[in-house]
């Protein structure tokens, strides 16, 4: 029975080849920031008080011209056609019926193109600079004409994380270990799901850039690794919102100072994120810095975080402590590889429900009236 988003996680672990969950699952190094990002929601408490009518609630939030019916929206994977034919289209298909976003990435299995054309806001584009500028100014001429409401440009994968989980699986870069290829014989329905329909999943949306011997199967994520602008600073960061007229998000940001240059540099709001624990091994979880941020960003500043948030009561302590709306990760890659965009759908649904919930039993009617003062920390 699928109760939470860690039943999910159990039922992908079963579903998928070994290579392909840890892919998902791992972090950086010793995960110690993958972990964190868990623990820290355990570091607030509810402070909850009674007797108050929330009866009617609503749970929308608005981010510039986006309205989400939930608070939270799908954050950008590269990659999801590993997970089963179409991945992205069904992540999409499903946040899009829900009235929440899906982020797409850059390194999506699935072209801008091949994206279905969903409600106004549903659709937003996640940015990884390359070194060839024209790239970046065709992605971004794409996202524009199939509607991208919104852009975000991830800065903190500039220098790939150490994600030895992966390595294991390999005998050298993207050639899989003998155990591997027994252990994707051992899950012939991934096999159906996923490479049957269509074959090896390539990196759709870079295949107009890419060099032939790059565009078939996963031979493209060496080059796109070599391809990465580490040269990515401010002042690129500015010829970039000067090209997008939508919405302009960063992410990847973890200190007040970067938080204060990107406002004023003109981006519309951030994205406080480590990754998903997936970077810098170490490095701080997002709550913990977003109270700090908030406060010197002020209110009008469209803040989100992301990272470890599995159930409504994370993204509750989240907002309560200032952020505007989440962003879900690999729960809702578990929930396709699981159940396609079904299993997105129901995983969408368990956590609008249990937002819900959780803002009736801190006798709250929207989003609006959480805060500080209905949390504390715990004292050990
Ligand atoms: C990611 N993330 C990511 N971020 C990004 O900006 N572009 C990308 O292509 C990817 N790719 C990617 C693949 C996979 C398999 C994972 C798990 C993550 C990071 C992602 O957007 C987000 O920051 C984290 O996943 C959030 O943490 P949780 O919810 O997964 O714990």
Known sequence: MMLNLEDYRRMAQRALPAFAFDYVDGGADDERTLADNRAVFDRWQFVAPVLKDASVRDLSVTLGDTTLAAPFMIAPTGYNGMLRYRADQMLA?????????????????????????GRKGAHWFQLYVLKDRRVTVDLLRRAREVGCASLVVSVDAVHFGNRERDKRHYRKPMKLSLGSYLNVARHPGWVLRTLVPGGMPGFGNLKPYLPPQFRRGVGGATYFAQQMDDTLDWQTLAWIRSLWQGGFYVKGI???EDAR???????DGLILSNHGGRQLDGSVSPLTVLPDIRLACGPA?????????????????????????????????????????????????????????????????????LGPHLLRRRES
């Open 93 to 117: 298909q499903a946040a899009g019926h829900a009235g929440i976003s899906y982020i797409q990435s850059t390194v999506s299995t699935a072209s801008l193109e091949d994206m279905p054309a």
């Open 254 to 256: 973890l200190t007040v």
């Open 261 to 267: 240059a990107a406002m004023a540099m003109g981006a």
């Open 301 to 369: 500043a469209r803040i989100l975080i992301d990272g470890g948030i599995r159930r409504g009561t994370d993204i509750v302590k989240a907002l309560a402590l200032g952020a505007n709306a989440v962003l879900v990760g690999r729960p809702m890659l578990y929930a396709v590889a699981v159940a396609g965009e079904a299993g997105v759908a129901q995983a969408i649904t368990l956590l609008t429900q249990e937002i819900d919930r959780t803002l009736a039993q801190l006798g709250c009617r929207s989003p609006a009236e």
